[in-house]
């Protein structure tokens, strides 16, 4: 009988550290009256907008740049760094304007433009300053601390885009139709966080003990 | 300058989320400047009842771009600034235009008032991407053409006419607008540039929206020879006139002053170094004191030629993120004697003026810039122009 429950103790356990969550739903963007009005970068920009900037500022719209990240809670998780991470710029934008690593990651700078570019970052998290580059020249810049990282451009101020460098594996990037699919979640209390410039940044705790799937649809709230 | 206030507003309750984006910026500087005995706001932007430290707002400035339907922009900039280096002034609208650029299309057309197409400065409105905070001499220095009087003598500094004083007018209007009709157009993937503006006046000339009563051609075409240079040419010609009542009595004539100026300007990057150079040729035909014949005085017009550049070299720390360290060589040179009731000199002082400048960006709302500024003129004592500024700037 001891070794009974001994057998059936073990199974549980085993069930309970090994078993793999999935978590998926739809993220909803805020529709707010006044959302026609937004920081602007008037002195900043050109006026005349070329067809292949119209196209990247199309991909760089908010509900094509949405992230979900799982910060676990009950367990320390195990960090490798994001691979051929790469922020290209391109007709004065930097594209994709928003990217998602693990700290640590090494972020590469790719000048597409036929004109130079420089990037800095004057966040806390990761303050540096690559300098002017050539066209096609391609700079590795490494991301030590989590944190929301802003870059710019000196040359072009109108430029502007954000690194998401995270202390968690498990991040994914929604579809345009805000839809996320997150696999292989160990068991443990999760803190969700969603995080753009455009939106409010989303916090929610959440116990995933039972190696499920789950569905969780999010409403999002517009930035104050 | 209220019912235009109250007009946009309200204009923009017609249009509907789709139809409608609005941009919105804003930026203030407030700075702490010290000047010298012979500081003077016309000379180096340092009024002279100011001398001692001194603390207060430079200017603030709230900045809006209004998308209509994707094609028409309505571009404005409502500001106060200090008015001749002293008090604030009123709030005005330094800018206000409306812009017709078709999406994916090369060119864009503006109507109203705009930044002045001549010269890489007027290009730099906002603060913070001025590297010194001092303007060039150029936009600054006030030279002895007055719009009301002409040329104002070579023992004079200035005149005083209707009650007011003039001192005459900087090469290129300091606040870097103009009213008219404007053209903008890229070629060859962004890498040429040309704008083509028909104005009220010479770009030298300080005129408000309603002024009509002069005319000016000013272009500028900016083209890449290689990726990490950036060349442009600009040209001006047109006249500047203000009805002086003074004047008007003494003389049936219209005091008219015309202006030519012919500019290069070019921007070299390298690494964490910038380098920007301006060079500017100006000439005026301008009314002279009346010379006397057979007992008659007569009006009369003469030439008065200069030349201003300026060269600034800014280098950023790469260990300090955000700081810089800056130096500036500016120079106004006059040439051309004049030959006037006799007299023949040259019709003003030659100056040069060295800038050493400190900024570093605080965060992505805050600039923080420091600068001190060394002027010497001809037959005064290099000191006594001096200045020391530091301005902050919160924007976003």
């Known amino acids: 009988m001891k070794s009974k429950c001994l057998v059936l103790l073990c199974s549980v356990l085993s069930f309970t550290a090994f078993s793999q969550n999935v978590i998926s739903g739809k993220i909803s963007l805020p529709k707010s009256k006044l959302g026609f009005i937004k920081k602007g970068t008037a002195y900043q920009s050109d006026d005349i907008k070329s067809s292949e900037k119209l196209r990247i500022d199309e991909d760089n719209r908010t509900e094509n740049n949405i992230y979900i990240s799982f910060h676990p809670q009950s367990f320390k998780p195990v960090l490798q760094a994001s691979e051929n991470v790469q922020m290209t710029q391109r007709a004065k934008t930097f594209y994709p304007n928003v990217v998602a690593i693990t700290k640590g990651s090494t972020v590469y700078f790719v000048n597409e433009d036929e004109h130079y570019h420089n990037v800095y970052s004057l966040s806390p998290k990761a303050r540096f300053n690559i300098g002017r580059r050539p066209t096609g020249n391609v700079y590795g810049q490494k991301i030590n601390k989590s944190g929301i990282i802003k870059l710019g451009c000196d040359i072009h101020p109108e430029m502007g885009a954000v690194i998401i460098s995270l202390d968690t594996p498990y991040f994914t990037k929604a579809d345009a139709e805000g839809n996320y699919n997150m696999k292989d979640l160990p068991n443990g209390v999760y803190e969700i966080q969603i995080y753009h410039p455009s939106i409010q940044k989303y916090k929610e705790t959440i116990d995933l003990t039972k190696g499920v799937a789950i569905e969780k649809n999010i409403s999002l709230k517009p930035k104050v | ?396």
Not at chain 2, 214 to 234: C, H, M, N, T, V
Not at chain 2, 256 to 278: K, P, R, Y
């Open chain 2, 1 to 396: 300058m209220r019912i235009l206030s109250i007009l946009f507003f309200c204009s923009l309750s017609f249009f509907t989320e789709a139809q409608l984006e609005v941009e919105l910026n804003a930026w203030i500087d407030i700075e702490q400047s010290i000047g010298q005995t012979n500081s003077h706001y016309y000379y180096n932007e340092i009024h002279k009842d100011f001398k001692t430290l001194r603390l207060g707002i430079h200017n603030a400035n709230f900045l809006t771009k209004v998308t209509f339907k994707e094609s028409f922009k309505l571009n404005a900039r409502l500001s106060q600034v200090r008015y001749k280096g002293k008090k604030l002034n009123t709030l005005h609208w330094p800018l206000l235009n409306l812009q017709y650029s078709p999406e994916g299309k090369s060119f864009a057309i503006s109507l109203g008032r705009f930044i002045t197409p001549f010269g890489y400065f007027n290009t730099q409105q906002h603060s913070k991407k001025r590297t010194f905070i001092n303007l060039p001499l150029a936009h600054s220095y006030y030279n002895k053409i007055s719009a009301k009087t002409g040329f104002l003598n070579f023992d004079m500094d200035h005149i005083v006419l209707d009650g007011k004083e003039d001192w005459g007018t900087t090469l290129l209007y300091y606040g870097g607008y103009s009213n008219g009709i404007l053209t903008n157009w890229q070629f060859n993937d962004e890498k040429i540039k040309l704008s083509a503006a028909i104005t009220n006046g010479s770009a030298s000339l300080l005129s408000d929206l309603t002024d009509f009563s002069d005319l000016g051609f000013i272009a500028r075409l900016k083209f890449q020879p290689k990726y990490f240079w950036e060349q442009a040419f600009s040209i001006n010609y047109g006249t500047f006139s203000q009805a002086s009542k003074e004047v008007t009595e003494v003389s049936s004539e219209d005091v008219t002053v015309s202006n030519f100026i012919l500019g290069t300007d070019a921007v070299l990057g390298f690494g964490h170094w910038e380098f920007v150079l301006e060079l500017m040729y100006g000439s005026y035909l301008a009314p002279t004191q009346t010379s006397v014949f057979d007992g008659q005085s007569t009006p009369s017009e003469d030439n008065f030629n200069l030349f201003s550049g300026y060269l600034n070299i800014k280098y950023e720390l790469p260990a300090v993120s955000g700081l810089y360290l800056a130096y500036g060589l500016d120079v106004l040179h006059f040439f051309s004697e004049t030959t006037i009731n006799g007299d023949t000199q040259i019709w003003g002082k030659n100056v040069l003026r060295q800038n050493i400048g400190i900024g570093y960006k605080v965060n992505e709302f805050l600039l923080l810039r420091t600068n001190f500024m060394t002027q010497s003129v001809k037959d005064k004592a290099a000191w006594e122009q001096n200045t020391f500024r530091t301005t902050l700037t919160a924007h976003f």
